[in-house]
């Protein structure tokens, strides 16, 4: 079964650092773009980025371009998304997804989100 | 890049058949027919209902369907069943530098 298996939920305090991560499994992680997803309660889904792990080829939205690194270990099949400092504004469901093929922009796979939660 | 604008709630009856719309611009849902539709129970995993405006995955009941007119792409839900109560998010690709462009979300209410 193919699957993007996400890391628990965390509860952080402004300033500090996080890195979640979105395991893949059941299929070649190296060959699928894996997309970063952002949703802050009662809002939309933004996209942040989106990484090929095969070469760690990595884009971002300019809406978060400096603000998170997206990275990836093929070796462990797994993709991470990391912040240095933490704000209180960053309190939101996080997903990753697989984009289905070369040439798609569609996410045919989905993980169940890691909650994150910046309070002082 | 503004997020594409979907109502906020629909609803019907079982049996009945419902339209979401999806209006974004020129920019993105106008300019691409990569337009997908996901379909999120809460707690759980988004699913991929609609890819390439109108294309089904397999094992999506042909219940739901997708089209697209200008700058706004819509997904139909006939036959309403009660399992389809969820939220609902359309999806455009935005170009290079956007790339993707996702909607407000509407929630789908089975009266």
């Known amino acids: 079964e193919v699957q993007l298996v996400q890391s628990g939920a965390e509860v952080k305090k402004p300033g500090e650092s996080l890195k979640i991560s979105c395991e893949g499994s059941g299929y070649s992680f190296t060959t699928y773009w894996i997309v970063w997803v952002r949703q802050m309660p009662g809002r939309g889904p933004e996209w942040l980025g989106i990484?090929?792990?095969?070469?760690?080829?990595?884009r971002y939205s300019p809406s978060f371009q400096g603000q998170v690194i997206i990275s990836a270990d093929k070796s462990i099949s797994t993709a991470y998304l990391q912040w240095s400092s933490l704000k209180a504004s960053d309190t939101a469901m996080y997903y990753c997804?697989?984009?289905?093929?070369?040439?798609?922009?569609?996410?045919?796979?989905w993980g169940k989100g890691t909650t994150v939660t910046v309070s002082s | 890049q503004s997020a594409l604008t979907q109502p906020a709630s629909v609803s019907g009856s079982p049996g009945q058949s419902i339209t979401i719309s999806c209006t974004g611009t020129s920019s993105d849902v106008g300019s691409y027919n990569s337009i997908s539709w996901y379909q999120h129970h809460p707690g759980k995993a988004p699913k991929l209902m609609i890819y390439e405006v109108s294309k089904r995955p397999s094992g999506v009941s042909n219940r739901f369907s997708g089209s697209k007119s200008g700058n706004t792409a819509s997904l139909t839900i006939s036959g309403l069943q009660a399992e389809d109560e969820a939220d609902y998010y359309c999806?455009?690709?935005?170009?290079?530098?956007?790339?993707?462009?996702f909607g407000t979300g509407t929630k789908v209410t089975v009266l």
């Open positions: 997804a697989r984009v289905a093929a070369a040439a798609t922009y569609y996410m045919d796979v």
């Open positions: 999806c455009s690709y935005g170009g290079y530098r956007t790339f993707y462009v």
């Open positions: 990484i090929y792990p095969g070469d760690s080829e990595t």
